[in-house]
């Protein structure tokens, strides 16, 4: 903890069983090898006044760590005397798991879609849908949070969680009426209320009532519809994507991700806005979901979000912002707690479509966003679930990985009663 020592491992070496596999037998013994450890400890001189290090001694040393069974040439392991092997198990892959409730847990036989985020060691991640379409994260099957908080405890706003999720559309006012930028995509397949109108030429494009078909949007964008007209009442029903705010006095109006209704509508036209940026939410292809999480979130900053994190963790205990921040650091973010192992990672990558490197074993920001993203498609009829019965998405551990674990286990409690 002073820093003024510091302990190296230098080489390790097997000695000779004590006994054959015969005479292990015989006599109920472990068949085992001893395991010596060359450990180097070197001790520094500070200097009380520069902080500068010199070394004052060294020492190397063969400690003795235990006893390692041995394989016999058939494979088994002889402990106490009986022949005992390895059976290994088959365990879920690290990495993220998209799955839907097959419609059980609701009368209307609505699929209920979530995600987890499993981890080799560390704290389990899920995201999930009720039936009310709003989103929320668990932490180790704790109560649920809205999947907003979190995300305001990883640093962002509401505006700037609205624009991770949805993109925008821009009214730009032309005189008594708006324009809007003609998308393919978006038109594709949407049914006209009223006439659609070019807002260049007056000409009625799509006559109200019609469907609008692939092959048609198609070839309106070929015929170079750049905006269409559109009415005040157009707006109605929209998303705010921006607060809209006095900058003489700094006063918010509205806020990113409010309704536009009749009442906001007279607000938003008092303001005198040329150019309104709106959600591109239809409720056909892109749906309200993190919007509307977002509106019965409670918590209104990180602070708020990081405290309710850390109450759901640490019922009873009272939260300061160091605490909270630490908890919840140390939840996804600390490698000496959280592991994805390198399968996790690139099965994660693999997923989420990301580039992350597979020596990046704690989750980022980044993962969590895409695995929110992704889980929204899968709710918008995109993409298709996993099979978690996929002999892809299952592994074994090898004898290696079984002792490696049982090593760290040994090591850590050493080092917990070193301190």
């Not at 949805?166 to 003609?182: C, L, V």
Request: negative net charge; charged residues 30%; aromatic residues 8%.
């Amino acid at each position: 903890f002073s820093g003024s020592s510091m302990l190296e491992f230098v080489k390790y070496e097997f000695e000779g069983p004590k006994f054959d596999v015969d005479e292990c037998r015989q006599r109920d013994l472990t068949y085992a090898a001893p395991l010596k450890v060359t450990l180097r400890l070197i001790v520094f001189d500070i200097d009380e006044d520069t902080g500068a290090k010199s070394i004052k001694d060294i020492k190397e040393q063969d400690v003795y760590m235990g006893d390692m069974p041995l394989m016999t040439l058939n494979g088994t392991f002889i402990v106490n005397g009986t022949e005992r092997v390895i059976v290994s198990q088959m365990h879920r892959s690290p990495g993220v798991f998209f799955d839907h409730d097959k419609g059980k847990s609701h009368s209307s036989g609505k699929l209920l879609f979530a995600a987890r985020v499993i981890p080799y060691r560390g704290s389990w991640l899920d995201i999930e849908f009720d039936s009310k379409d709003v989103v929320h994260a668990r932490i180790d099957r704790r109560r649920k949070i809205p999947v907003t908080s979190l995300l305001m405890a990883l640093g962002m706003d509401g505006e700037e969680i609205l624009s991770t999720f949805y993109n925008k559309i821009t009214y730009k006012r032309a005189g008594d009426h708006w324009r809007i930028p003609f998308n393919v995509e978006r038109f594709r397949g949407l049914k006209a209320v009223g006439d659609l109108v070019d807002a260049d030429t007056g000409e009625v494009v799509v006559e109200a009532g019609k469907k609008i078909t692939a092959r048609q949007a198609r070839a309106l964008g070929e015929k170079g519809l750049k905006a269409i007209k559109a009415t005040d009442e157009d707006l109605l029903g929209n998303y705010l994507a921006e607060d809209i705010v006095n900058y003489a006095t700094g006063e918010i109006f509205l806020e990113a991700g409010d309704e536009i209704d009749e009442k906001t509508l007279k607000v938003l036209l008092g303001t005198g806005e040329d150019e309104i940026k709106v959600l591109d939410i239809d409720h056909v292809n892109v749906g309200a979901y993190i919007r509307n999480t977002l509106n019965v979130d409670k918590n209104e900053s990180r602070q708020d979000a990081l405290f309710d994190i850390y109450r759901v963790m640490r019922p009873g205990e009272p939260p300061t912002l160091e605490t909270a921040e630490a908890m919840f650091n140390s939840l996804f973010f600390d490698s000496e707690r959280y592991d994805l192992s390198a399968v996790g990672r690139v099965k994660m990558n693999m997923r989420l479509e990301l580039k992350a490197e597979d020596t990046v074993r704690v989750l980022r920001k980044d993962d969590i966003l895409a695995v929110v993203r992704t889980l929204v498609e899968l709710r918008d009829g995109k993409g298709e679930i996993d099979d978690i019965d996929n002999l892809g998405n299952r592994r074994v551990r090898s004898v290696g990985e079984l002792m490696e674990n049982q090593y760290r286990v040994g090591l850590l409690r050493m080092e917990r009663a070193i301190k």
